[in-house]
């Protein structure tokens, strides 16, 4: 069975001060890792697609990079508007749509 | 260009009930998921519907049915509700062909006492 872990499971940081979330998985072929921001009663919303080992994304101080069992999200000289849950997913090849979401990492950016 | 919408933003329940949820996809999206989230858990896949028809599902029991219309607006509904089935429902849409990305709504948050 397709699985998602995130850690850690939350993160304080001063403004500026660069850091990682990991996000290890196991899944029957890769069809792609998303990466999800979620703020509170709020939906998620989309950050990244990638598809294949080796492969990174850039937008404004974030970056996520992917290998063969994890994915790393960096948050580059954070801001407290970048306070936020974020989520991992994944779709296996053999899925229409589903995708197994990790429990989330909740950032807290303090001024 | 609107999003995914839906409706209600909150809903209570009593325990026993059936709720009805509903979703518009984004425009030029035609496939819609469902998913649940407990409080401080990541989204449940529930089903996703495509051409009106349930595409895949994921571990919820059959009180868990929807609707998908020819407008691919799709609905989500609950019978005999349980406590523990206070979460907020997600909907996401998704385009079939082509660079294929999940947007999701805001979601609907239900309540049931």
């Known amino acids: 069975e397709d699985q998602v872990t995130q850690s850690p499971e939350a993160l304080r940081l001063q403004e500026g001060e660069s850091s990682s979330l990991n996000c290890s998985y196991t899944v029957s072929g890769l069809r792609g890792l998303f990466w999800y921001r979620q703020d509170p009663g709020k939906g998620p919303e989309f950050l990244f697609t990638l598809y294949s080992a080796g492969e990174e994304k850039e937008k404004e101080r974030l970056k996520a990079t992917l290998t063969k069992k994890e994915s790393f999200l960096h948050i580059t000289a954070p801001k407290p508007e970048d306070s936020a849950t974020y989520l991992c997913?994944?779709?296996?090849?053999?899925?229409?749509?589903?995708?197994?979401f990790g429990a989330g990492t909740q950032v807290v950016v303090t001024p | 260009d609107a999003g995914v919408t839906q409706s209600p933003t909150h809903l209570i329940k009593t325990r026993g009930q059936q709720v009805t949820l509903r979703c518009s996809p984004k425009s030029g999206h035609d496939t819609v998921s469902w998913y649940q989230q407990a409080l401080g858990q990541g989204p449940q896949f529930i089903f996703q519907y495509y051409e009106e028809e349930e595409r895949q599902r994921g571990n919820f029991p059959d009180r868990f049915s929807g609707h998908q219309f020819p407008n691919y607006s799709s609905e989500l509904n609950v019978n005999a509700l349980l406590l523990g089935d206070s979460a907020l429902y997600l909907c996401a849409s998704s385009p079939s062909q082509g660079n294929y990305g999940y947007t999701f709504g805001s979601g609907t948050r239900l309540t049931v006492v």
């Open positions: 997913a994944v779709q296996a090849s053999d899925s229409w749509g589903k995708l197994q």
